[in-house]
Nanobody, 124 residues
Framework: QVQLVESGGGLVQPGGSLRLSCAAS????????MGWYRQAPGKERELVAR???????TYEDSVKGRFTISRDNAKNTVYLQMNSLKPEDTAVYYC??????????????????WGQGTQVTVSS
């Protein structure tokens, strides 16, 4: 089994910064994609940023230039540095990863995992 454990959320004033972390642990062969989603009250979950192995990170338009996603492959960890935070960034942020695991001898499967969510509140 695999676990994604998030940390780093909290309350910050507009214009402030936060850094989210998400560490994957368990039965992992490799991780293809790691990303961050968010869900504000009354809204659908949306992709914030995603980083695919060997590719350039992608961002939702409203966070471009303010958020930066990065990975430490040795630690199976993804980070989201959030700067110039705005009240509209307030949401529960979820880590997501597509992880390859052995399902049988010599046979790999890829599965989608989610973290438990961490609250980010931007308010004065």
């Amino acid at each position: 089994q695999v676990q994604l454990v998030e940390s780093g959320g909290g309350l910050v004033q507009p214009g402030g910064s936060l850094r989210l972390s998400c560490a994957a642990s368990g039965s992992i062969y490799s991780i293809n994609t790691m990303g961050w989603y968010r869900q504000a009250p009354g809204k659908e979950r949306e992709l914030v940023a995603r980083i695919i192995t060997g590719s350039t990170p992608t961002y939702e338009d409203s966070v471009k230039g303010r958020f930066t996603i990065s990975r430490d492959n040795a630690k199976n960890t993804v980070y989201l540095q959030m700067n110039s935070l705005k009240p509209e960034d307030t949401a529960v942020y979820y880590c997501n990863a597509q992880i390859a695991q052995f399902v049988a001898v010599g046979r790999l499967g890829e599965y989608d995992y989610w973290g438990q969510g961490t609250q980010v509140t931007v308010s004065s």
